[in-house]
DNA sequence: AACAAACACAACCGCCGCAGG
DNA sequence: GCCTGCGGCGGTTGTGTTTGT
């Protein structure tokens, strides 16, 4: 059997996506979901093949994606983890919310992988990486830290590059004692980046949301049932590019949360993609 | 200042597993 | 049980940016 390509159709568009192109795909999935990805681009009016809209939707769209650099936790939650579980991205980055497994290969690979090859150039390393990159469009800031921690966690293992999967169960007290609430802080840091994460056991009272806040990466995280919610009210609408004036009035909450991030771009992409694109989902109070 | 190398990450490709007919 | 379509996953590539010489 040989199975169909999946952008059989020639003129399909490939490469970078285009802001239009993102709030278009944006304002689609809020109003009518994501049931079929393949028939998507075509009622949406995108020329990209389903496959292409969905990695896109999945790794960069999606409002509980947390944008910005990795904590120190997370580094070492994800050396942790793929000493157990190997290059099973999807698997560590359920254990890591807001991060893609797209995300977490790439720091893997880019990152540390090296980091754990090479541990006596680990301050060189976390040198580099603390720097601006893509231009003004991804803020990468890491943390100037000590590894001994971090390396001492990596090689207590059975092999660094060669993980033996383990059980879900045995994960679980990794990710009890690495996302709970915590504020963390970095004196070393000279952005003094800060990340603060409030777990709210409650998820009827917080409407799906976990609030994860930093200066540097801040979107609320919201759960599949904000968009299923949003995609059983807007059934009546028929035009899914059509946008009502009254969707701005999310305008003032998005102002309330920008006086607490100093990131612009992630200020800009927000107000420019979700909020013109449809209106925000509520945002927390400070 | 110019160039090359290194880096970071978005995006693509091909395969696999699963569900439904 | 077989076929087909789809979503999901991991490996890899392409490209823009930054750093070093």
Same mark, same amino acid.
């Given at each position: 059997?040989?199975?169909?390509?999946?952008?059989?159709?020639?003129?399909?568009?490939?490469?970078?996506?285009?802001?239009?192109?993102?709030?278009?795909?944006?304002?689609?999935?809020?109003?009518?979901?994501?049931?079929?990805?393949?028939?998507?681009?075509?009622?949406?009016?995108?020329?990209?093949?389903?496959?292409?809209?969905?990695?896109?939707?999945?790794?960069?769209?999606?409002?509980?994606?947390?944008?910005?650099?990795?904590?120190?936790?997370?580094?070492?939650?994800?050396?942790?983890?793929?000493?157990?579980?190997?290059?099973?991205?999807?698997?560590?980055?359920?254990?890591?919310?807001?991060?893609?497994?797209?995300?977490?290969?790439?720091?893997?690979?880019?990152?540390?992988?090296?980091?754990?090859?090479?541990?006596?150039?680990?301050?060189?390393?976390?040198?580099?990486?603390?720097?601006?990159?893509?231009?003004?469009?991804?803020?990468?800031?890491?943390?100037?830290?000590?590894?001994?921690?971090?390396?001492?966690?990596?090689?207590?293992?059975?092999?660094?590059?060669?993980?033996?999967?383990?059980?879900?169960?045995?994960?679980?007290?990794?990710?009890?004692?690495?996302?709970?609430?915590?504020?963390?802080?970095?004196? #070393? %840091?000279?952005?003094? /980046?800060?990340?603060?994460?409030?777990?709210? !056991?409650?998820?009827?009272?917080?409407?799906? =949301? +976990?609030?994860?806040?930093?200066?540097?990466?801040?979107?609320?995280?919201?759960?599949?049932?904000?968009?299923?919610?949003?995609?059983?009210?807007?059934?009546?609408?028929?035009?899914?590019?059509?946008?009502?004036?009254?969707?701005?009035? #999310? %305008?003032?909450?998005? /102002?309330?949360?920008?006086?607490?991030?100093? !990131?612009?771009?992630?200020?800009?992409?927000? =107000? +420019?993609?979700?909020?013109?694109?449809?209106?925000?989902?509520?945002?927390?109070?400070?």
């Amino acid at each position: 059997m040989v199975r169909a390509p999946c952008c059989e159709k020639m003129g399909l568009k490939k490469g970078p996506w285009t802001p239009e192109e993102d709030q278009i795909l944006i304002s689609f999935v809020q109003k009518y979901g994501h049931g079929n990805w393949r028939a998507l681009p075509k009622q949406a009016g995108l020329l990209r093949c389903g496959k292409s809209c969905r990695l896109r939707w999945i790794n960069y769209l999606r409002p509980d994606i947390k944008r910005g650099n990795f904590t120190r936790e997370e580094e070492e939650t994800i050396i942790k983890l793929h000493e157990m579980l190997g290059n099973r991205w999807s698997a560590i980055a359920a254990r890591l919310p807001g991060r893609t497994d797209n995300e977490i290969k790439n720091v893997w690979h880019t990152h540390l992988k090296k980091r754990l090859n090479n541990s006596d150039t680990d301050k060189d390393y976390s040198a580099k990486r603390h720097r601006t990159t893509r231009g003004d469009k991804t803020k990468v800031t890491v943390q100037s830290e000590s590894s001994d921690h971090l390396h001492a966690s990596a090689t207590s293992g059975s092999h660094v590059n060669s993980p033996q999967p383990c059980s879900s169960s045995d994960l679980s007290s990794l990710t009890d004692t690495s996302f709970g609430a915590e504020e963390t802080t970095n004196d #070393n %840091d000279q952005n003094d /980046s800060m990340v603060i994460v409030v777990k709210d !056991d409650d998820d009827e009272n917080n409407m799906g =949301y +976990n609030h994860q806040f930093s200066s540097e990466s801040t979107f609320p995280e919201i759960d599949e049932s904000f968009w299923s919610d949003q995609a059983n009210s807007a059934q009546e609408n028929t035009n899914p590019l059509e946008f009502s004036d009254a969707q701005f009035q #999310n %305008d003032h909450l998005f /102002s309330t949360w920008s006086n607490n991030t100093n !990131d612009q771009y992630d200020m800009d992409f927000w =107000y +420019n993609i979700f909020i013109k694109a449809g209106g925000s989902p509520e945002l927390p109070e400070f």
